[in-house]
């Protein structure tokens, strides 16, 4: 094929899922003939296919992914610049709308202080007419209900307080639940979902080291047959870890857009509060830098804003 290095651009730009560079495609796509854009759709089956028609057409699912694509840089700065307790009514309201992601519900409950729990709940009331709770409730399936429910409910001590004898009964509790697993779903028992909705994060962190102390391995580790609890526990004590896990699976390239998504959600919720922090402990657990990896993955405006956002981020 003719002009192989601007197809190989394009194709890139196309093909990478997050983000498109619009200055490249400006610079190629304007000044292509119309046969060299003919040629172009010929040579990329990929994304363009030929059927009884005369002419190669795009592939309905290429539409839909380069319009997401071309969305994304928009969405990060509208994102931005809402409110943050908007922000998280927002992403909530996509948490009922849909059970596969209910962590979003875990994320804003268990990451977020108490006053900025009550004001996401605040700006849910005002923009749906419902409460987080009554919604949560209502919209979310099966047996994760209960402890959602409750996460969102929550109000905790946001003091440094922390009664150590409470915390090691707590970690005792814990791990009997843990061992009786077979007789009592995990997610469901009354012990467990008081301990992780009503505990202060303090006191939290010390049931997560008294934890450790007595039974020899992390709290989550013994969580892994319940995704939504092992994500409950790694927000309220170790949310580093669990902000790192997921900015990691965001950068691989082969996952669905749900996942990619959380590229843009984790950097722009996170810039004003812990994002140093959170790039500093990703290069020492992965050896990378995470303004490397953007670098490598991300394409144009979108790109660059999120290095911004990591640059300028507290």
Known sequence: MAFP???????????????????????ILAKWEPEKRQTFRKGCPDLFIKYECQFGHWLDDNIKRLEQEFLRFKNAIVSWTMHPWERDARLAKKAMKDNRQSYLLVEIACTRSSEELLGA?????????????????????????????????????????????????????????IKNVDKKSLIEDDEVVRVLTTRSKPHLKEVYEQYKKIFGKNLDKDLDTDLRLKETVQCLCTPHKYFIKVLDASLKNDVDMKIKKALTRIIVTRANTDIKQIRDEFQNIYGVALTQKIEEIANGNYKDFLLTLIANGN
Not at 140 to 145: L, W
Not at 159 to 177: M, Q, R, Y
Request: glycine residues 4%; proline residues 0%.
């Open 121 to 177: 709940r605040r700006a849910y009331h005002c923009l749906f007419d419902h409460s987080i709770e009554e919604d949560a409730a209502y919209c979310i399936e099966g047996n994760e209900r209960k402890l959602l429910v409750a996460l969102v409910s929550a109000y905790r001590y946001d003091g440094k307080v922390i009664n150590c004898e409470a915390a090691e009964s707590d970690a005792k509790a814990l791990n009997n639940a």
């Open 5 to 27: 290095n601007e197809v190989q651009h394009l194709i890139k730009t196309f093909s990478e899922g997050r983000g498109v560079d619009e200055k490249l495609l400006l610079i």
